[in-house]
């Protein structure tokens, strides 16, 4: 018997040996290196961690090396070891017995406190006319509060949720290979969640199943119901109802009117009152930074901003200490809406009807073209200690329109040499409503998360497949290479790029030693294709760095002759200034700029700035300097000419300031 225990070890011990064996490989260096399949977790370097520098006691708090082990879940993947019961039924029947035992917390009684709350009560009592009989007036204003309150929110129904999981899982499993998520990432979101403070997802937007697919994500992973800040615009008054129930928030129109506006100052108060109930009652909330697929760029969303706008103003006013915000990022290796082409077009209101026929046509288009999903829940870090390590960090930032307005417009001929501020985007009423200093803290902290974001998403497999056939065959992206090296050359040439090297290293602009465009000096980036160890030692020590020029007339030319058809773009902006029918949405403003360029185009024979991307570009520019300003209304932000360009000569002023740097 020990003969048999001994020699059964001996064999498993050899073939243990052997498995280890198999799994190395010769590097051709005398070296013996393990080959590990990069698709497991704990291979896997781990992203997603908060900015120290912003947030370091979130950076501590809520990490631990323990999770950089955890693998991937498959969110989609229900079986019946996912439920209560066993048998051959339950096996046919998981999916719909999983969605039976979600848990479902109860809902607050929203109305009634948002009726009681000191905002909404101040508003109703400077309402009251003076003749008004006793409690006549606010049984009116009652009426419509319930109205808005009504438009924004309505209490979810357990029952369609349940019935609204098993749909989506059902419809998922047709749809996706696999919707992974890392569980080290879950890992963290509980525990900022068993901390009491609510939590808010900041998402980008790839897709308009970003809305669906998240809420089914937390909700499968026992985080509860996720409440979904919808655009009111996309959908149809019937969608909007169904997704009040399961969930989904949508912002009044109301809430854009004016300042002074009786029924703003109402709309806005019931809208903040309900934020803050939301978040009084721990319901985790998901708002989307990232304008809608198909915007025109992209940049945070004015809606988006609007709603993390009321987040922050909840927070500083102590109706709850903290909120943990969690940047979000959905990956598709293939987008399920993404549009065919790169214009612009805006997506008309999606309805009932019409969104069950573009899930019977996806999952007909879809049948053999099945594709992997990666949600991304980044580390969750503190709004309150953001907020108070931001403010000491900001700077003295300026403004495009405090910086080079007063050079266009004569005032001035020095540009302080400061830090700009970063681009703007649109707001609406809410984020209107807030002082100048918190509008800046939102914008900052909306570009802080959607980067965060960004940074935490994964490469998909389909962008490693695209590279991985452009590093095999090169022929067709070998013009871009001779492309990049031409301007490479002319850099050097001008004197913008000087070439250093350590002593006794070949100069690197050495092109008589060694054909320039033949062979790159730098390789594009994950360029395994030669790896010759003499080519590495010829480029060791070279390397090229910008000059320190006092006066460097040819860089201005270079720049200048880089942004010509920007530039011209510009000139002709300022040219329609007086033509433009103003106001009008930022859409209705680049489409009469885009016709403008094309009716010019057809008298100067200049077609290259007939392009919708610099029309928008245009709007955006002279928005930051301050050429044009918007108001907020039901339609979204209204753009109008600034009183420092109404006239016609400071637009003259304009037009010739851009025009001084166009050469050619």
Known sequence: MDTMLGARLQTQQRSSQNGRETSLWSSGLGMKLEAVTPFLGKYRPFVGRCCQTCTPKSWESLFHRSIMDLGFCNVILVKEENTRFRGWLVRRL???????????????????????????????????????GEGQVPSLVKKEVQRILGHIQAPPRPFLLRLFSWAVLRFLNCLFLNVQLHQGHLKMVRKAAQAGSPLVLLSTHKSRLDGILLPFVLLSQGLGVLRVAWDPNACSPILRALLKKLGGLFLPPEASFSLDSSEGVLARAVVHTAVEQLLVGGQPLLIFLEEPPGAQGSRLSALGQAWLGLVVQAVQGGAVPDAMLVPVAVNYDLVPDAPCDNTYHVAPPLGLWTGALAVLRSLRGWRDLRVCVRVHLAQPFSLQEYTSNARSCWGSRQTLEQLLQPVVLGHSTVIPDTEKEQEWTPVTGPLLALKEEDQLLVRRLGHHVLNASVASSAVMSTAIMASLLLCKHQKPCQSSYCYCQEVLDRLIQCGLLVAEETPGSRLAC??????????????????????DSDDFEQAEGQYFRLSQQSRCPDFFLFLCRLLGPLLKAFAKAAAFLPWGQLPDTEAGCADQLLQFFQATAQEDGFFECADPRLAIRAVWTFRDLGVLQQTPSPAGPMLHLSPAFASRDNQEKLEQFIRQFICG
């Open 94 to 132: 998981c999916y719909f017995l999983w969605s039976l035992e979600q848990h479902i917390p109860p809902c607050w009684d929203v109305p009634q406190k948002v009726m009681e709350s000191t905002r909404v009560q101040k508003v109703i009592s400077g309402r009251a006319p003076a003749g008004a």
């Open 510 to 531: 050495d092109t008589g030693r060694q054909r320039l465009r033949a062979k790159l000096l730098w390789k594009p980036s994950g360029d395994f294709t030669d790896s």
